[in-house]
């Protein structure tokens, strides 16, 4: 079974950092470009950024740059978000997703063209004031 699972969410406060790790099975992990997402209450999903097969680089929209970092571990088919210095605005359902086409989780195609193949159920960030 094709599977990403996100883990690490919870209730923080404000300033306060967090890691969350989404592992994968099912398919070569390794192989797949893998995205963050957000989706916060009443709005639409935010992208985060994305980070290509072997790791090596990382793509983020200038809004994601510097307090959201992401990686991965392909040994332990797993990837992460790291996020520093949190916000009440970052409260949100936080995904990963994973796609073999880079082009579906580039931070200049639109939501509307992303035919992702393998999505996260999400984890709840919750950042308090």
């Known amino acids: 079974q094709v599977r990403l699972v996100e883990s690490g969410g919870g209730l923080v406060q404000a300033g306060d950092s967090l890691r969350l790790s989404c592992v994968a ?22 992208f985060i950024g994305t980070i290509i097969r072997g790791g090596g680089s990382t793509y983020q929209p200038d809004s994601m740059k510097g307090r959201f970092i992401i990686s991965r571990d392909n040994a332990k088919n797993t990837g992460y978000l790291q996020m520093n210095r949190l916000k009440p605005e970052d409260t949100a359902v936080y995904y990963c997703a994973a796609d073999p ?10 939501d509307k063209d992303r035919d992702v193949e393998v999505w996260g159920q999400g984890t709840l960030v919750t950042v308090s004031s």
């Open 25 to 46: 099975s099912g398919f070569a992990f390794s192989n797949y470009a893998m995205g963050w997402f957000r989706q916060a209450p009443g709005k639409e999903r935010e």
């Open 101 to 110: 086409k880079l082009h579906n989780l580039a931070v200049f195609t639109t």
